[in-house]
C-alpha cells in the first residue's frame, strides 16, 4: 500500500472522478488483494495486478444504478495527491511553474473528456506508465486494441485542445 497506494488513488479517480469514491475503491482495492493474496500467481507483477483490480472496481461502481444517478465531480483538478507539492526547478520562474500548471490542468480536463476506453487507455499509458502489453493484461484487451484505442485518443484530444484554445 506504501508502494502502489497514490499511484492507485490517481488510477481509481482518472475512471471515476470523484475523490471521495476513489479513496473508496483505492480502500476496497488493497482490502481485496489482501484477501486473495495467496490467489496471486504470480503471473504479472503485483503493481499490473493491482492495477487490474483497480480498473475492475472502478468499472463495477460505475456500472451500478445509483453511481449512474450521480453527477461527476466538477472540478477535475481537485487534488488527489494528498496535499504534497512538488518543487520546481530553480531556473524555472513563478511564471513559468503557473503557465505550465495551467496548461497540465487544461490537458487533464480535456482528457477526462474522452470516453471512457480512451480516457482509460491515456491514463494508464500516460499518466501511470503502463506499456500497452501491461494495459492489455490490465484491462482484458488485445495489445492491438490497446494501440487502436491510444491512436484515437491522441486525435480525440488534438481535436479537443484545437477547439478548446489550448497550446501544446
Given at each position: 500500500m506504501t508502494e502502489y497506494g497514490t499511484k492507485v488513488l490517481h488510477l481509481a479517480y482518472y475512471y471515476?472522478?470523484?475523490?471521495?469514491?476513489?479513496e473508496d475503491v483505492a480502500q476496497e482495492v488493497f482490502i481485496k488483494a489482501y484477501k486473495h493474496w495467496d490467489s496471486?500467481?504470480?503471473?504479472?507483477?503485483?503493481?499490473?495486478?493491482?492495477?487490474?483490480?483497480?480498473?475492475?472496481?472502478?468499472?463495477d461502481k460505475a456500472r451500478?444504478?445509483?453511481?449512474r444517478r450521480l453527477l461527476p465531480s466538477e472540478d477535475p483538478r481537485?487534488?488527489?495527491?494528498?496535499g504534497v507539492e512538488t518543487a520546481a526547478p530553480p531556473e524555472e520562474t513563478p511564471?513559468?511553474?503557473?503557465?505550465?500548471?495551467?496548461?497540465?490542468d487544461a490537458m487533464m480536463q480535456q482528457v477526462l473528456k474522452l470516453p471512457?476506453?480512451?480516457r482509460e487507455a491515456v491514463v494508464l499509458f500516460y499518466y501511470?506508465?503502463?506499456?500497452?502489453?501491461?494495459?492489455?493484461e490490465v484491462t482484458g484487451q488485445n495489445e492491438n486494441t490497446v494501440k487502436t484505442r491510444l491512436f484515437r485518443a491522441r486525435a480525440m484530444l488534438k481535436e479537443l485542445l484545437v477547439?478548446?484554445?489550448?497550446?501544446r
Open positions: 471515476l472522478k470523484d475523490r471521495h469514491l476513489a496471486f500467481r504470480g503471473d504479472s507483477s503485483a503493481y499490473t495486478w493491482l492495477y487490474k483490480i483497480t480498473v475492475n472496481l472502478c468499472r451500478s444504478a445509483w453511481w481537485a487534488s488527489v495527491t494528498g511564471e513559468d511553474v503557473a503557465v505550465k500548471s495551467d496548461q497540465r471512457e476506453v480512451y501511470q506508465d503502463l506499456s500497452t502489453v501491461e494495459i492489455a477547439k478548446g484554445g489550448v497550446e
